[in-house]
């Protein structure tokens, strides 16, 4: 998954309970991007709006992302075909983190 789409989709989800979340993160990573966090309220699909430099660089200084998010892709796509790719459980990732495993990717 790209960029844009993990942005797409914190736009487009309407998960019960997510979606201040969902926006959240889709206005974090359209500020770390450069892009226009503002989306009219008639917009169906999102597309991104690069901001001029200047204006980019302003928003970028001023985000604060309280508590630190990491987002971790558990699946190695390296490869086109889905049969080469790796995937890395949720409990594996989670003892990783606790550091109660060591592995390489």
Known sequence: MDTRSLVTHAFMSHKAGLRAK???L???IC???GWDTAV???TVTWVPQVLPHAEALA???DLI???PIVIIHNISMS???PQNWKVISME???AFIRGELLFEC
């Open 59 to 61: 928003q970028k200084e």
């Open 26 to 28: 889709h206005k974090a």
């Open 65 to 67: 992302l309280w508590p």
């Open 31 to 33: 500020v770390m991007m």
């Open 40 to 42: 009219p309220q008639d």
């Open 79 to 81: 490869d086109d075909n």
């Open 92 to 94: 594996t990732i989670e």
């Open 22 to 24: 969902h926006l959240g």
